[in-house]
C-alpha cells in the first residue's frame, strides 16, 4: 500500500503534468514574470510535497498550489513596487485572484504564454527551450541536453528571453488577424524544433531526447486544443504523429539503419497514423494551404504504402513541388527531385538535383546520399561511389554510416 508521501508525491506529479504550463501562465500573464511565476510555482509544490503527507491531498490541488504560488508572486511583487499605487494594485491582483480561487477555476492563459515565448523579440534559437520550459516545466539541464549546448550556456538564454518579456513588456494574448499568421508560424517552429531534436535519436535511448518528440506532441495537442480553427496546427500535430508512427521500424533488431522504403509496414502504429489522417483532413477543412498540411500530406502518401503495397512517387512528387512554393527550400529541392526520380526516371532526379542553387549544399549530407542514390540507378558507378564516400564522411549517425557503407560496397561489387 502506498505511504502518504508516494500519494502525495503521485499527485502533485499528476498536477505538474496536467496543469503545469496552466498555473504558470495564469501567474505571468498578470505579473508579467515568467521567471518570477515559475519560482513561486516551485515553492508551491516544495510546500505541497511537505504539507500534502500530512493534511492529505487537497479535493482541488490545482487550486492549493495556485493559492500558494500567487501568495508567494504577490510578495515577489510587494519587494519590487514601493508606495501607494503599488499597494493598490497589489491589491486588485490579490482580489482578483481570490474571486476565481472562490469559483476554483482560473482561466487557460498557455496560449497568450506560448505565443509570448515566441515573440518577435526573442530570439529565435531560444524559443523552443522557452516553450519546453514555460509550459512543460523542463529544467534548464534538461533542456541544454537535449539541445546539445551547456547548462549554463542554455541557463544565461532562457533568463536573458525571461528578461526580455518582462522589460519589453510582451504581451500574453493571441495576436490580432494582421499579425497571427507570421507569430502563429513562429510558435509553430518552435514546437517542431522540439520535435526534430527528439527525432534524432530514432531509437529512444538517448535521455537527454528521450522526452522530446512525445512532449512535441502534447503541445501540437494543445494548439490544436486552444485553436481548433487554424489548420497549420491540425497540420503540425498530424505530421508529428505521421513520423512517430514509424520510430519503431526506424531500426532493426540489431540498430541498424532501415531508410522508409524498406521499412516493414506492420511496425507502423496504425492508430497514430489514423488520427494523423484524420488531423489531416480537419486541417483541409479549415481552408487555404500551408507548409505543415503539405508536409503531413506527403507522409500521408508515403503511409499508404501499408494499404497499397506500393509508393505512390508521382502525386509525392507533385506536393513537393507544391511545397518548394511555400518554403524555396533546398532541403524541399533535395526531396522533390528524388521524388521526380522514382516517379519519372533518374535523369529528371539528377537534372532537378543539379539546379539547386545553394553553397551550403556541400556540406549536407542528404543531398549527397541522394545523389549517390540517384546516380547509381542512372547507372554512373564512379559517379555514385564519389558521392557515397561524400555522404559517409558527413554522416554523424553510425547505423546511417554503416549503411551508406554497404549500400557503397553493393556498388562495388556491381
Known sequence: MASAADRARAAAEAAARRSYGRLVAYLAARSRDVAGAEDALADAFAAALVKWPVTGVPSHPEAWLLTVARRRAIDQQRRRIAG?????HLRLIGEELEQEMAREKFPDDRLG???????PAIDPGVRAPLILQAILGFDAAAIASAFLVSPATMGQRLVRAKARI????IPFRVPEAAELGERLSAVLEAVYAAFAEGWADPAGTESRRRNLASEAIWLGRLLVELMPGEGEAAGLLSLMLHAEARRASRRDAGGEFVPLSEQETRFWDE????EADALLRRAGAC?????YRIEAAIQSAHAARRVTGRTDWPAIASLYAGLMTIT???VVAVNHAVAVAYAVGPAAGLALLDAIDDARLGQYQPYWAASAELLSLAGRFPDADKAYEMATGLETDAAVRRFLQ?????????
Request: hydrophobic residues 45%.
Open 84 to 88: 501607494e499605487a503599488g499597494q493598490d
Open 328 to 330: 524555396a527550400s533546398p
Open 271 to 274: 492508430a497514430m497514423i489514423s
Open 406 to 414: 554497404r549500400k557503397r560496397a553493393a556498388l562495388a561489387a556491381r
Open 166 to 169: 518582462r522589460q519589453a513588456g
Open 287 to 291: 481552408g487555404g494551404i500551408g507548409r
Open 113 to 119: 504564454l506560448i505565443f509570448a515565448c515566441a515573440h
